[in-house]
């Protein structure tokens, strides 16, 4: 029971009801005791748990987009006022909200009457519970945890397409929120429900492509963080899509975020990393599958949404595929096709660089921003189709890694997201 930190309704001990604010209170308190005791408050949490907050605590004297509450005895809702909630995912409630003067005093990057995201996610208290993104700041320098921080702050992330992490805001011991832009209109993944089975233009298609390449292009090579979750769920229009406006994209959802030592550059763009595995089973690599993602694995993802935009269906015919074993073997022995009497040979071609099984033939970002279809006003493709030759010195690389089908987790039963996306393909009905 009192490893339970994050309640959110009423309970009872020994006939008294106890409520979330009180029960709040006594944390407080507790940790209160602890500091007056021993110098500091003495959470529990495993090593990696201490050293996050100790991180965060290091971080805020020096950076105004850190406020830990513990320290002034103040709550969230002397810094925002929350209207009504936006969606809920896995990891954490997102609601809309309005900061306070308080707020906008503390961080006058925020707008006094403006409606940000507001998520609220559980901060640590065991090992155990670290989210992905904490577990591999904890593997940079505090100086490197800083400036990505601040990178994916900053006015350039929505010019890029990402959605700005403006403010994080620590209610020791048991919850962040994290104030973000707002994005006014739907995720892609509604906008495709929406849409039923209109055909979607392909200079619309490419423009989307566009944002969706210049949003992991930024994530890589200014944020230096891969984001390992690239679906249509974590795309939101900036507003409310109309027609004759061009609607701009956000990437957004950062829990699966992970940040590498230093940015990525063309050098390091198809380097592998031992991550393991992660994400949404049917929009999971061919490499992650093996235990390994780099910047060309989110460039996957960008592929397979692109895929859905063009051709209303995934690859390999990923979309009947039900469990870890047939999406796998969909991902193994499918191919792209070439061609398609209703895309023009640019996009099929671009599409076919994008799924390249093998990451070490994969389109990089920058490649694949310079492509002819993004770019019609230029003469000719940047890219080239591997040759035999390039392909057989990849190959031996190929043949050392190892698929372990890995035991199904929590998070991939997001693959129902697919299945009622195929609902939308042959029904095209809104899903629950
Ligand atoms: N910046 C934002 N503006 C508007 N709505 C948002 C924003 N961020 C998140 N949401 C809404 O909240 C929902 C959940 O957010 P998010 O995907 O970040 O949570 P999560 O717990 O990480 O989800 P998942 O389990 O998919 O990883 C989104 O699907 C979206 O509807």
Same mark, same amino acid.
């Given at each position: 029971?009192?490893?339970?930190?994050?309640?959110?309704r009423?309970?009872?001990?020994?006939?008294?009801?106890?409520n979330?604010?009180?029960?709040?209170?006594?944390?407080?308190?507790?940790g209160?005791?602890?500091?007056w005791?021993?110098?500091?408050p003495?959470w529990?949490?495993g090593?990696?748990?201490?050293e996050l907050?100790?991180?965060?605590?290091?971080?805020?004297?020096?950076?105004?987009?850190?406020?830990?509450?513990e320290?002034?005895?103040?709550?969230?809702?002397?810094?925002?006022?929350?209207?009504h909630?936006l969606?809920?995912?896995?990891?954490?409630?997102?609601?809309q909200?309005?900061?306070?003067k308080?707020?906008?005093?503390?961080?006058?990057?925020?707008r006094?009457g403006?409606?940000?995201?507001?998520?609220?996610?559980?901060?640590?208290?065991?090992?155990?519970?670290?989210?992905m993104?904490?577990?591999?700041?904890?593997?940079v320098?505090?100086g490197?945890?800083?400036?990505?921080l601040k990178?994916?702050?900053?006015?350039?992330?929505?010019?890029?397409?990402?959605?700005?992490?403006?403010?994080?805001?620590?209610?020791?011991?048991?919850?962040?929120?994290?104030?973000?832009?707002?994005?006014?209109?739907?995720?892609?993944?509604?906008w495709?429900v929406?849409?039923?089975?209109?055909?979607?233009?392909?200079?619309?298609?490419?423009?989307?492509a566009?944002?969706?390449l210049?949003?992991?292009?930024f994530?890589?090579?200014?944020a230096?963080?891969?984001?390992?979750?690239?679906?249509?769920?974590n795309?939101?229009?900036?507003?409310?899509?109309?027609?004759d406006?061009?609607?701009?994209?956000q990437?957004?959802?950062?829990?699966?975020?992970h940040? $590498? #030592?230093?940015?990525?550059?063309?050098?390091?763009? *198809?380097?592998?990393?031992?991550?393991? &595995?992660?994400g @949404?089973?049917? /929009?999971?690599?061919?490499?992650?599958?093996?235990?390994?993602?780099?910047?060309?694995s989110?460039?996957?993802?960008v592929?397979?949404?692109?895929?859905?935009?063009?051709?209303?269906?995934?690859?390999?015919?990923?979309?009947?595929?039900?469990?870890?074993?047939?999406v796998?073997?969909?991902?193994?022995?499918?191919a792209?096709?070439?061609?398609?009497?209703?895309?023009?040979?640019?996009?099929?071609?671009?599409?076919?660089?994008?799924?390249?099984?093998?990451?070490?033939?994969?389109?990089?970002?920058?490649?694949?921003?310079?492509c002819?279809?993004?770019?019609?006003?230029?003469?000719?493709?940047?890219?080239?189709?591997?040759?035999?030759?390039?392909?057989?010195?990849?190959?031996?690389?190929?043949?050392?890694?190892?698929?372990? $089908? #890995?035991?199904?987790?929590?998070?991939w039963?997001? *693959?129902?997201?697919?299945?009622?996306? &195929?609902?939308? @393909?042959?029904? /095209?009905?809104?899903?629950?």
């Open positions: 029971m009192l490893a339970d930190y994050s309640r959110e009423s309970f009872t001990i020994g006939g008294t009801t106890i979330p604010s009180t029960w709040r209170r006594w944390h407080l308190r507790i209160g005791c602890c500091r005791f021993c110098g500091s003495v529990p949490g090593p990696e748990t201490v907050r100790r991180r965060y605590a290091e971080i805020e004297a020096t950076y105004e987009g850190i406020i830990t509450l320290a002034n005895g103040r709550g969230i809702d002397d810094y925002f006022t929350k209207s909630v969606g809920e995912g896995g990891f954490g409630t997102v609601w909200a309005t900061p306070t308080r707020a906008v005093k503390a961080l006058p990057a925020l006094m403006q409606g940000y995201a507001l998520k609220r996610v559980r901060l640590p208290l065991r090992d155990a519970e670290i989210e993104i904490s577990k591999s700041l904890l593997g320098s505090t490197r945890m800083l400036q990505f990178v994916i702050a900053s006015p350039e992330a929505t010019e890029e397409h990402v959605t700005r992490n403006l403010l994080r805001i620590l209610e020791i011991p048991h919850t962040m929120h994290i104030a973000m832009e707002l994005l006014e209109g739907p995720t892609l993944r509604d495709l929406q849409l039923e089975n209109k055909p979607l233009p392909e200079t619309l298609a490419s423009e989307l566009k944002q969706m210049k949003a992991v292009h994530l890589h090579r200014s230096g963080a891969l984001h390992r979750d690239v679906k249509p769920q795309f939101g229009f900036a507003r409310p899509v109309v027609q406006q061009p609607p701009t994209l990437l957004f959802d950062m829990g699966m975020v940040v $590498l #030592p230093e940015p990525v550059v063309e050098a390091s763009a *198809r380097e592998l990393y031992a991550l393991g &595995m992660g @949404t089973m049917h /929009w999971i690599p061919p490499e992650t599958w093996a235990g390994r993602s780099g910047a060309c989110d460039l996957w993802g592929g397979l949404v692109v895929h859905v935009l063009l051709l209303r269906q995934l690859p390999f015919g990923l979309q009947h595929c039900e469990g870890r074993v047939a796998w073997d969909a991902i193994r022995t499918g792209v096709a070439s061609s398609n009497a209703n895309v023009s040979k640019e996009a099929m071609y671009i599409l076919g660089q994008l799924l390249e099984k093998e990451p070490l033939l994969r389109a990089t970002s920058s490649e694949a921003l310079q002819e279809w993004l770019n019609r006003s230029r003469a000719s493709s940047d890219l080239r189709t591997p040759t035999p030759g390039a392909r057989k010195t990849v190959a031996k690389a190929v043949q050392q890694r190892k698929v372990q $089908l #890995p035991v199904e987790t929590e998070r039963e997001e *693959r129902s997201f697919w299945q009622s996306l &195929m609902l939308q @393909t042959s029904q /095209w009905s809104k899903p629950d």
